[in-house]
């Protein structure tokens, strides 16, 4: 198994910041990205803040497996192994500031499937970091595109899940 750096990752440049929540949501809107509920919640927290200057974050996108957890992880497990390798958590606006740079994000799978209480297959979460420990309120945003439609979703996870090792995370490279 190939740990990160050794090991296959994506990386991209955002920018992130210059806008306010709500001409954010608007460009989201503009470009026809759907949220859900979670979502819906964690972008309209007060928690969730954006930043009036504009910046360049370099991101990089790998799986569990390429942190180390060839059996999976918990979202703090991940994280400390992350930071271990110079990995640092992303600002929760980095998640639809990303949605709006990555629209061409290959189709995810849409049926039933079985995997209940799990990552979606295609999807990536963004590693940010845990607003509260309130195990109904969303931890964070993914990226989904289904049917193609581009999806900005929150999602809810206790500190006991754990993470498949095919699951995939973005982080910010400093």
Known sequence: ?????????????????????????????????????????????????????????????????????????????????????????CPHELGPHLRLKYLDQPEGFSGNTTKQQQAPTGSITIASEILTEDDDFPKGFYLRRINGVLWLRGYIADHLHVWNPEDRFIFIKL
């Open 1 to 89: 198994m190939q740990i990160y750096p050794d090991g296959p990752f994506i990386t991209r440049t955002v920018e992130v910041g210059g806008l306010a929540k709500s001409q954010l949501l608007q460009k989201l809107q503009q470009y026809s990205i759907l949220m859900n509920e979670y979502g819906e919640r964690l972008f309209a927290d007060d928690r969730f803040t954006t930043s009036d200057r504009v910046s360049s974050l370099k991101t990089v996108e790998l799986t569990v497996m390429n942190l180390g957890f060839h059996d999976g992880a918990t979202t703090e497990q991940l994280f400390k192994r992350a930071r271990s390798l110079g990995l640092e958590l």
